[in-house]
């Protein structure tokens, strides 16, 4: 595999690097693994032993490129795993917690969210969207309309024309 530009998993990438990781997994012929991650059992005659060592070499593989993929803080999250099904299930249930406090936090830094003349707009949109989909992952998804006007709330009276024009 060569040499491939995704960030390793911090506390504050994950959403990106999921995504990112699965496209090479999938690249790879390794996504399998994870997703559905079902091994194949022995058969009483073990007439399919070179299927099932297959699967536990490729199993590793994908393991091993996932665990390639995570800063040293996240080790601990995985340590004990032994498929790359279980070590992409510990990280999701690590950063996409879905508890009260998550939804609340996520809540609160749309509402806080405020663009300023010169910023760069689609940085900003970005973020928005961004905080959305940590909110819908989290269990909360807004209507597309509530998403509207918290965008729109975000923005300057310097804006006010286009708001009104777009709402018209």
Same mark, same amino acid.
């Given at each position: 595999?060569?040499?491939?530009? /995704?960030?390793?998993?911090?506390?504050?990438?994950?959403?990106?690097?999921?995504?990112?990781?699965?496209?090479?997994?999938?690249?790879?012929?390794?996504?399998?693994?994870?997703?559905?991650?079902?091994?194949?059992?022995?058969?009483? $005659?073990?007439?399919?032993?070179?299927?099932?060592?297959?699967?536990?070499?490729?199993?590793?593989?994908?393991?091993?490129? /996932?665990?390639?993929?995570?800063?040293?803080?996240?080790?601990?999250?995985?340590?004990?795993?032994?498929?790359?099904?279980?070590?992409?299930?510990?990280?999701?249930?690590?950063?996409?917690?879905?508890?009260? &406090? &998550?939804?609340?936090?996520?809540?609160?830094? /749309?509402?806080?969210?405020?663009?300023?003349?010169?910023?760069? /707009?689609?940085?900003?949109?970005?973020?928005?969207?961004?905080?959305?989909?940590?909110?819908?992952?989290?269990? $909360?998804?807004?209507?597309?309309?509530?998403?509207?006007?918290?965008?729109?709330?975000?923005?300057?009276?310097?804006?006010?024309?286009?708001?009104? $024009?777009?709402?018209?």
């Amino acid at each position: 595999m060569e040499k491939i530009g /995704i960030a390793k998993l911090t506390n504050d990438n994950y959403d990106s690097w999921k995504l990112e990781v699965e496209f090479l997994l999938v690249r790879e012929g390794l996504w399998k693994y994870v997703s559905p991650g079902v091994k194949p059992q022995l058969d009483a $005659t073990g007439s399919n032993a070179a299927a099932v060592a297959a699967w536990d070499e490729g199993d590793q593989r994908a393991r091993a490129t /996932i665990g390639l993929l995570l800063t040293r803080s996240q080790h601990g999250h995985i340590r004990n795993t032994n498929s790359a099904k279980e070590v992409w299930d510990n990280l999701e249930k690590q950063h996409q917690k879905k508890t009260l &406090t &998550t939804k609340v936090q996520l809540l609160k830094r /749309i509402c806080d969210m405020e663009y300023h003349d010169g910023d760069n /707009i689609e940085e900003h949109l970005m973020e928005f969207e961004d905080l959305f989909e940590k909110l819908a992952n989290a269990g $909360t998804k807004l209507d597309e309309n509530l998403q509207v006007v918290l965008v729109f709330r975000s923005l300057p009276s310097s804006f006010d024309a286009l708001t009104t $024009t777009l709402e018209n």
